[in-house]
C-alpha cells in the first residue's frame, strides 16, 4: 500500500510557472502509475496528467500538452507536476492518485490511492 502527500501549491499569476511533487511512500514506486487530477469548485475531477508504470510512459489532457510536464524520480519516490503558463480558470485543487500496474490512466475511479491535495490559485 502506497501513501501520497502533494505539496507545492499555491498563489501564482497568469501566465506563471509552478511545480507540484507528490511524494510517496510505502509499496514498490516502481509498479504505479500515478496521476494527477484537479478539481475546481463545483466541477468534477479531471485528468491532468499522468506517469505510467510501464515504461515510463506519460500522457497529458490535451489542454495541458505542451504547457504541463510531469516526470519521475525513482530514487526519491516522487512524481513532479511542471506547470507553465497557468490560466485564471486553472485554480483548483491539485490531487496525485497511484495505483499499481494501471494501463487505464484517464479515469480517476481506476486509482485506489490519493493523497490529500494542494491547493493552486492563479489569479489574473
Not at 469548485?41 to 506519460?58: L, N
Request: glycine fraction near 12%; charge should be positive.
Amino acid at each position: 500500500q502506497v501513501q501520497l502527500v502533494e505539496s507545492g501549491g499555491g498563489l501564482v499569476q497568469s501566465g506563471g510557472s509552478l511545480r507540484l511533487s507528490c511524494a510517496a511512500s510505502g509499496g514498490t514506486f516502481n509498479i504505479y502509475t500515478v496521476g494527477w487530477f484537479r478539481q475546481a469548485p463545483g466541477k468534477e475531477r479531471e485528468f491532468v496528467a499522468a506517469s505510467r508504470w510501464r515504461g515510463g510512459t506519460t500522457n497529458y489532457a490535451d489542454s495541458m500538452k505542451g504547457r504541463f510536464a510531469i516526470t519521475r524520480d525513482g530514487a526519491k519516490k516522487t512524481v513532479f507536476l511542471q506547470m507553465n503558463n497557468l490560466k485564471p480558470e486553472e485554480t483548483a485543487a491539485y490531487y496525485c492518485a497511484a495505483d499499481p500496474f494501471l494501463d487505464v490512466y484517464y479515469y480517476a475511479d481506476k486509482y485506489d490511492y490519493w493523497g490529500q491535495g494542494t491547493h493552486l490559485t492563479v489569479s489574473s
